[in-house]
């Protein structure tokens, strides 16, 4: 018997707002919570606030300049999605890319995710409340990759440097030793923040049990990435349909197993150990010296008429990039699958019967980037 | 006593302490700041003055030309009177702190009783603020910082009653010298556990900040307070509370002003040694504070019902185990120790990662 | 317990290390040769003339047509003086909208464009959005007093 039939008490459901506004994390995403004393019974997200248009954008301009738009819509991990769009035009038309460029691209990608993850911790840190310590941590060590990155392609984050068929222009000559005292780096702050977060009791009290789904549900939700192998599913689009050269690399992919919010943030600390572990291998076998552009590349790039769908596994999940072209220089249609909007999707059947306390919580853990969801 | 008159001699006291306390308070916001900096690698304030010393002042000046707002329907007298309601108890505390063995404003013989009962007033100042707001939220995060404060003055109290059983008075000068041999930390670590976790709460530290930070959504009992006003309500009760918390924990704890060699050196050893324990308490509370994420409000008040309380009846138990058996000191270790090293198995236990996440080899699939 | 004893060494580990933040107006961050900032025009000094020629290749690759260009005879050729028969009479980059690419580099085939690789570029701030409109002196004046560098791409 609830509350109000054993006392004969009236009691109110509240409407709680949480903002456009975040204190500090994800941009802006409003939900509207159904609270009743302090449990959530229903959730409502508003999205849209960041919408840009990039898809309608995407219509008139060709394959080259449309990069920069990629780079925009998933602004922390803008490689994987530079790549994932590269490589639907490159399917589309039939390019083959030179062994060097794909080198660099997966080196690129690679560190990418692990900015992204990066990027997750300090923002998922702040919302359990350690605000400023993890952040700082994991931002020191995504500046150091940013240093490269910017070394590499001229900008810290809206990079621009893929082309379809390779990459824009080669990488310094320094860029293996680089890379090699980047993976080094990397290792003392994934180390760092393993060591202040993953057995600090508070920080597992919060986040144990909070906002747990389970495998069907997942599935029946179309979730992917780190949400999904946090259920135990151990499905990774690197291993099921390997694309570009991953099927060259040795490495294992992390699942846990009752998908909480606290499994979800150590599959992507493993993640992040697994992704050094790509760098190097890729560093030891890159060749030292080769084309990054295919020799009879036009100068302005057609497509045959046609459709592809491409899909990437990008740190937030399975990014897929749908392309009809009629026969011109610009597509005819993009569309995104972006993986934030489609693992926004669970997060009234995950937080639902939580406190109001939690939300942030289950929201900071499935790691979205508004870019992404509004497109 | 100084001049013959007794009120002139409390006057004077009274300001040296209340001199004392501003002074404090404006050193520990600079040093929070520059300390929890550090943790995080950064370097802190540096702009204003040399290495950002004047930040405190910069601060205060801001503070006070600020607009002093009110909420046109807010409770006109409760809303103004709140910040004072919080930050005299917090001041209160100071009168009875014995700085030496022979100075303090005034030194009671209910020293330890007094502490402790009027630190737990300033609580009425935090429901005057959340009442006076007229503000749902406010009202909200007030009943909030209500329930931890009090809450957590139980196992504390329970945990100084154990101590003052073992030393035989409440008067904190006695306290002091019964621990000429051994600070009482060394026999009674679990009270001092008990005693650390309470100082966090009543400060509102992390990680029972619950109160103090955006409680996720909106402020706590202080929105509506802006200027000079919410300083006082924020700053200057946190940090006098925690400095007077601190000297206190310094002398029933740590040894105050007797051990090493207090009585035999001096005022000015005696203030030295006040002085360093009492900063490194604070340091650690700092450290904490920069360290840890926040408990949700049930959680913290389950770590409080569940697991301080039934700990400080234990101390207490131990400790008139002691006084009834005239066992030595040392078996008090003994209990004490085991009973705190029980407590961390089962806080491990109940937090501990029960299945570790596997990174199985390629080639398997679920 | 020992996680939360962990938690804390760590902390006090990282307080003793150097701090990694500088004090920005005072002191400036090393920027790589390849940064690319806000783009600007090169100065011919042989000639003493812009490289540009008003072709309006990069107008036209320009992803968000930030670009305004307008060529006329040039002059010095008609004198004999340089080999260009135009050059650029007016440019307007609007840097509000510019995105900072590379594209109009990558497309110029006089490598008359190229992407400011210096604190200049960074420090772009003005008080009212109009003023961010470039026009060809304003492009041209950091290569004339020949505080650029610029990369380019081989």
């Not at chain 2, 306290?175 to 100082?199: D, K, N, S, T, Y």
């Not at chain 2, 740590?254 to 360093?276: A, K, R």
Request: hydrophobic fraction near 45%.
């Amino acid at each position: 018997m609830t509350v109000e039939q054993e006392h004969g008490l009236e009691t109110l459901e509240i409407n709680v707002n949480v903002g456009p506004q975040h204190p500090a994390t994800h941009g802006v995403f409003r939900m509207v919570l159904t609270v009743d004393g302090e449990r959530v019974v229903d959730l409502v997200p508003h999205i849209g606030y960041l919408h840009r248009g990039a898809e309608k954008l995407s219509e008139n301009l060709d394959y080259r300049q449309a990069i920069g738009l990629q780079d925009r819509t998933e602004y922390l991990a803008a490689f994987n999605a530079e790549l994932c769009y590269v490589m639907a035009v490159e399917k589309l038309a039939g390019l083959e890319v030179p062994e060097r460029a794909e080198y660099i691209r997966v080196i690129l990608a690679e560190l990418n995710r692990i900015t992204s993850h990066y990027m997750f911790m300090g923002a998922f840190a702040t919302d359990i409340g350690v605000f400023g310590t993890a952040f700082t941590y994991g931002f020191r060590e995504r500046e150091y990759i940013q240093d490269l990155f910017e070394e590499v392609s001229g900008d810290r984050m809206m990079y621009a440097y893929f082309r379809p068929g390779g990459v824009a222009w080669d990488v310094p000559d320094n860029f293996k030793e680089r890379v090699r005292w980047v993976c080094r780096q990397t290792r003392v702050g994934i180390s760092d923040i393993d060591s202040l977060l993953t057995s600090n009791e508070v920080f597992v009290t919060r986040t144990r049990g909070i906002g747990a789904i389970s495998p069907q549900q997942a599935i029946d939700y179309g979730l992917s990435g780190p949400v999904l192998r946090a259920c135990g599913l151990r499905v990774d689009l690197r291993r099921e349909e390997p694309y570009s050269i991953y099927d060259r690399f040795d490495f294992d992919v992390p699942t846990g197993e009752h998908g909480d919010s606290f499994d979800r943030y150590r599959v992507r600390l493993e993640e992040m150990r697994q992704s050094v572990r790509i760098v190097e291998q890729a560093v030891d076998q890159m060749p030292d010296s080769g084309p990054i552009l295919p020799e009879k590349l036009p100068r302005r790039l057609r497509c045959p008429p046609g459709e592809v769908y491409m899909r990437a596994e990008n740190p937030r999940g399975e990014y897929g990039i749908y392309l009809v072209s009629k026969g011109g220089d610009k597509p005819y249609r993009l569309k995104i699958r972006s993986p934030s909007y489609c693992n926004l999707m669970a997060l009234k059947e995950m937080t639902v019967g939580h406190y109001v306390a939690d939300a942030v919580v289950i929201l900071g853990s499935i790691d979205i980037v508004l870019g992404e969801v509004d497109r | 006593m100084i001049g013959d008159n007794v009120w002139l001699d409390a006057f004077v006291r009274l300001l040296a302490v209340l001199g004392l306390a501003i002074l404090v308070v404006l050193i520990l916001t600079y040093v929070e700041r520059k300390f929890v900096g550090r943790i995080q690698m950064r370097l802190g304030p540096m702009r204003t003055g040399p290495y950002g010393i004047l930040q405190s002042i910069a601060d205060t000046v801001k503070l006070v030309v600020k607009e002093d707002l009110r909420p046109a329907s807010a409770d006109r007298w409760v809303y103004e009177l709140a910040p004072i309601a919080a930050f005299v108890p917090a001041f209160a505390v100071l009168v009875a702190l014995p700085f030496t063995d022979s100075w303090g404003v005034r030194v009671l013989n209910l020293g330890l009783f007094y502490v402790v009962a009027v630190s737990a007033l300033s609580v009425l100042g935090y429901i005057m603020a959340g009442w006076a707001s007229d503000n749902k939220y406010a009202l909200l995060g007030a009943m909030r910082s209500a329930a931890q404060l009090i809450s957590y003055e139980i196992p504390v109290v329970l945990a100084l009653l154990a101590l003052a059983m073992v030393a035989g008075s409440l008067d904190l000068v006695k306290i002091v010298e019964a621990q000429g041999r051994v600070p009482f930390i060394v026999w009674q670590p679990l009270g001092f556990f008990i005693f650390m976790a309470g100082m966090l709460a009543e400060t509102s530290r992390r990680p029972f900040d619950v109160p103090s930070a955006e409680s996720e959504i909106v402020g706590g009992p202080w929105i509506e307070y802006s200027g000079i006003r919410w300083s006082i309500l924020f700053a200057f009760t946190e940090y006098t509370t925690m400095f007077g918390l601190s000297v206190f924990g310094a002398l029933i704890f740590l040894g105050g002003w007797n051990w090493p060699l207090g009585l035999e050196l001096g005022w000015w050893w005696q203030l030295l040694l006040i002085f360093v324990k009492a900063t490194s308490l604070i340091i650690v509370t700092l450290w904490m504070s920069a360290t840890f994420p926040r408990l949700r409000i049930d959680q913290l008040m389950g770590f409080c019902w569940k697991l301080l309380l039934p700990m400080a009846f234990l101390q207490v138990f131990l400790n008139g185990l002691l006084l009834v058996y005239k066992w030595p000191d040392w078996t008090l270790l003994l209990t004490s120790g085991g009973a705190l090293v029980f407590t961390a198995f089962l806080i491990y236990d109940a937090t501990r990662v029960k299945a570790p996440v596997r990174a199985t080899a390629r080639g398997v699939t679920s | 317990m020992i996680g939360v004893l962990k938690a804390m060494a760590t902390t006090m580990r990282t307080m003793l290390r150097k701090p990694v933040t500088i004090q920005y107006p005072t002191v400036h961050r090393e920027i790589p040769e390849r940064n690319k900032g806000f783009p600007l025009l090169l100065w011919d000094f042989e000639v003493d003339e812009p490289y540009c020629t008003g072709c309006h290749a990069c107008e036209r690759a320009c992803p968000v047509e930030c670009m305004t260009v307008i060529m006329k005879d040039n002059p010095n050729f008609a004198e004999e003086k340089s080999k260009r028969r135009k050059i650029v009479d007016e440019f307007w980059i609007d840097y509000g909208r510019c995105m900072r690419c590379g594209i109009c580099v990558e497309v110029c085939n006089f490598e008359a464009i190229a992407m400011n690789n210096s604190w200049t570029a960074q420090e772009q701030s003005r008080f009212d959005r109009s003023e961010l409109v470039l026009d060809l002196d304003q492009l041209l004046a950091q290569s004339k007093a020949g505080k650029i560098h610029p990369w380019v791409a081989p």
